[in-house]
């Protein structure tokens, strides 16, 4: 039997990280500048989302936020919630810290508020849901800067109108003596 290749038993097989964690596939923490093996927690693969490489440990790592610059750890704790409770992808990982996540989360919640609202507004709305327009334009103004044209000109117009409906405003100012 010189030279001949035993295989080892199936349990003995380290597959995708599965017996020890240094040897989890590297593409599971691609973007992280550094993994501490040492936080390793057993996950339980029959409750992931994976196609073919479960996430046999989860294990802190630690990322750079592209949108602030701050570094930020993504911990074991939430990648078993990330991967077990949200059932997220076993290949997603946080590309922003969690502060930029929530805003970035609450800029999607105004633009979905704009443009549930702001046909409304336009045909028949009040003063208040215009001024929510208003209020909701000038917030993703500040975080974008420049905004579609359609948008900046709901904003002047609704800005108008409103200005035009207050007390002493030009629709209910007296008109001109002759």
């Excluded at 993504?74 to 929530?102: I, M, N």
């Excluded at 507004?121 to 579609?148: C, F, M």
Aim: glycine share 6%; aromatic share 10%; proline share 6%.
């Amino acid at each position: 039997m010189d030279g001949l290749y035993v295989l080892p038993r199936r349990d003995e097989m380290d597959i995708f990280g599965s017996t020890d964690p240094k040897k989890m596939p590297e593409h599971l923490f691609f973007c992280a500048f550094a993994v501490h093996h040492e936080t390793a927690v057993r996950a339980n693969i029959e409750k992931q989302n994976y196609g073919v490489c479960p996430r046999h440990w989860y294990i802190d790592a630690e990322f750079k936020c592209p949108r602030c610059g701050k570094e930020f750890t993504w911990t074991a704790g939430e990648q078993k919630t990330w991967f077990e409770e949200y059932l997220l992808s076993v290949d997603a990982q946080p590309r922003h810290c969690r502060d930029c996540r929530a805003a970035l989360r609450r800029l999607v919640a105004l633009r979905k508020e704009y443009d549930a609202t702001v046909a409304a507004a336009r045909d028949h709305g009040t003063p208040d849901q215009k001024n929510r327009i208003i209020e909701i334009v000038s917030e993703l103004r500040q975080v974008y800067g420049e905004l579609p044209e359609r948008m900046t000109g709901t904003l002047e117009l609704f800005d108008r109108q409103n200005k035009r409906a207050e007390p002493g405003g030009a629709a209910n100012a007296a008109p001109p003596h002759r």
